[in-house]
C-alpha cells in the first residue's frame, strides 16, 4: 500500500511555510491538541533552518511524523488557521510531516542524550500514550522501559492503521528516535501473565505508566453477532499488516477476495477497516451507519478517500440482526428510512469502538476503574490511580481517542510522574 498523501520537496515545503501570518495570537497553536509552536517551525523552516524547525517541533511531540500524517487536522491546527476559512489555510499537517521526515532521512544531529539519574520508570503499551510518556521522562532524565505484548513495539500505530494513511517505516523510525533518547523496549511480554506490576516495582520501578489501550471491541448486542463471518475491524486490519508483513498467510486474513463485506461504524477505524477490504479484494464493500453523515467521527479526508476506492455507504441504516444459515454470516437486517431491509454479506467487519481489557489491571491490587472498566486517575499527581505510584493515561483512561489527544493526556501525566517521584525523593521516601 502506497501513502496516499505525498509528501513535500524542499522548495514546496519552504513556500508554503512562507504563506505563515505568523498571527500574534496564533490560533492554529490553540487548535492543537498539544500547543504546537507553528508558527515558530514555520519561521525556521521558511528560513531554510530544517534542524531548528524539528527542534522546537520536538520540544512538544514525540511522534511528529506521526502526528503529520494521522491528525485531524481539519478539526485542530488547520480548520483554526485564519486563512481555513477562505480556502487557503496553511497545510501544518504536511509541513510537519516534511521536517520530520527530512530530519530522519538526512540523519541531522540528534539532541544530546540526557543522563538517566532521576529514577526509574515502567511503561505498560508502545502505543501513541506509552510512547510519549517515554520519551518525555528520557529527555527529563529517567531511566525507562517500555513493556510491549507484541513482537514489535507501536501498538495501534503499527497494528491499526493502514500504510495508506502511515507507512510501517515511518512508525519505526520514530521508535528508533525515542530509543536513541536511552529508552530500553521489552517484547512478547504481557504484563499480568509475564510479568506484574508488583513485580515491577520489586524489581526497582518507582513509577508504572499504564497505556495498554482499549484491546477488547465492542460488541452490537443484536442477534446473530455469533455467527461465523463477524469479524472486529481492528483483527481485521492486525492481520492484515502481519500478512502484508509476510508473518502469516493470506488465509488468516478473515476478509477473503470475491467477499460482501459490510462494515458497521462510521469513525476512522469504520474508514480504514472499508478501505483494507477492497484493498484485499472484496467484491463490495457497504458501510452502515445508524446516524446521518453529520455525526459521522472519521475525518472527512478518510471518508472522501473511501468514497474514492468505491465504498457504498448508507445513512440511517441501524443494525437489526445479523442472518445467516448453517452458521455463517449471509447478510444484516437493517432499519432504515424506507423500513426493514436485508443486505447481503459474506463478512460483517464490527467499527463501534473498543473498552479496556482487564488482565493488567486485574493482576494486582488497588487500581480502582469505573462502571465500563476504565482506569480512574487523579489531578495531582495528574494520572495517579488510587495505587500509589502507578499512573496511567491514553485510551484505557479517556476512552478511544485521537492519536494527539492520547499524546496531549499522556504528556501530563509524565509530568506527573515526576513531580511524583521528586516530592518522594524530597521527603526521603
Keep these: 500500500m502506497k501513502e496516499e498523501i505525498p509528501g513535500y520537496t524542499v522548495a514546496e ?72 476559512k477562505s480556502g487557503k489555510g496553511i497545510k501544518i499537517g504536511r509541513i510537519e510531516k516534511f521536517i520530520a521526515d527530512f530530519y530522519s532521512e538526512n540523519q541531522l544531529s540528534s539532541e544530546k542524550l540526557v543522563p538517566k539519574t532521576k529514577g526509574k520508570v515502567a511503561v505498560i503499551g508502545s502505543g501513541p500514550a506509552g510512547l510519549t510518556v517515554a520519551g518525555d ?36 523510525r520514530e521508535i528508533k528516535n525515542i530509543e536513541a533518547l536511552g529508552v530500553t523496549f521489552v517484547c512478547n511480554t504481557r504484563v499480568g501473565t509475564d510479568i506484574t506490576i508488583d513485580k515491577m516495582f520489586e524489581e526497582g520501578f518507582e513509577a508504572v505508566f499504564i497505556g495498554a489501550g482499549t484491546s477488547v471491541a465492542k460488541g452490537l448486542g443484536i442477534p446473530g453477532e455469533n455467527l461465523k463471518g463477524v469479524i472486529q475491524s481492528s483483527y481485521f486490519l492486525r492481520m492484515t499488516r502481519l500478512f502484508l ?58 471518508y472522501d478517500g473511501a468514497v474514492k476506492d468505491g465504498v457504498d455507504f448508507k445513512w440511517e441504516y441501524t443494525p437489526l440482526e445479523v442472518v445467516g444459515e448453517n ?13 426493514e431491509k436485508i443486505l447481503p454479506a459474506d463478512k460483517i467487519l464490527i467499527a463501534v469502538g473498543s473498552k479496556p481489557a482487564g488482565i493488567v489491571i486485574s493482576s494486582t491490587t488497588g487500581i480502582d476503574v469505573d462502571e465500563s472498566g476504565y482506569v480512574i486517575t487523579k489531578q495531582t499527581p495528574y494520572g495517579m490511580t488510587t495505587k500509589n505510584g502507578v499512573f496511567a493515561g491514553g485510551d484505557i483512561v479517556h476512552k478511544p481517542a485521537t492519536v494527539v489527544l492520547a499524546m496531549r493526556e499522556a504528556k501530563k501525566v509524565a509530568q506527573g510522574i515526576a513531580d511524583y517521584i521528586e516530592a518522594r525523593k524530597l521527603l526521603g521516601v
Design 245 to 302: 508483513d509476510e508473518k502469516v498467510d493470506r488465509t488468516e486474513v478473515p476478509v477473503e477476495e470475491g467477499d460482501r463485506v459490510i462494515v458497521i461504524g462510521a469513525g476512522n477505524v469504520a474508514m480504514d477497516a472499508c478501505r483494507t477490504a477492497v484493498m484485499m479484494k472484496a467484491s463490495s464493500v457497504v458501510d452502515c451507519y445508524r446516524r446521518t453523515i453529520e455525526f459521522m467521527k472519521a475525518a472527512h479526508a478518510e
Design 13 to 84: 515545503a519552504v513556500k508554503e511555510a512562507r504563506r505563515c501570518l505568523n498571527c500574534p495570537k496564533p490560533l492554529c497553536r490553540t487548535g492543537c491538541p498539544i500547543e504546537n509552536e507553528i508558527p515558530q517551525f514555520n519561521h525556521a523552516l521558511a528560513q531554510g533552518n530544517i534542524g531548528e524547525a524539528y527542534r522546537i517541533i520536538s520540544q512538544k511531540s514525540n511522534l511528529p511524523a506521526i502526528c503529520g500524517r494521522v491528525c485531524p487536522h481539519e478539526n485542530q491546527c488547520e480548520g483554526h488557521c485564519v486563512l481555513y
Design 137 to 172: 521522562l528520557a529527555r527529563k532524565g529517567y531511566n525507562v522501559v517500555v513493556y510491549e505484548g507484541e513482537a514489535e513495539p507501536g501498538g495501534v500505530l503499527l497494528y491499526g492503521i493502514p500504510d495508506f494513511r502511515l507507512p510501517k517505516e515511518v512508525v519505526r
Design 327 to 339: 452458521g455463517k454470516v449471509t447478510g444484516l437486517k437493517v432499519s432504515t428510512p424506507e423500513g
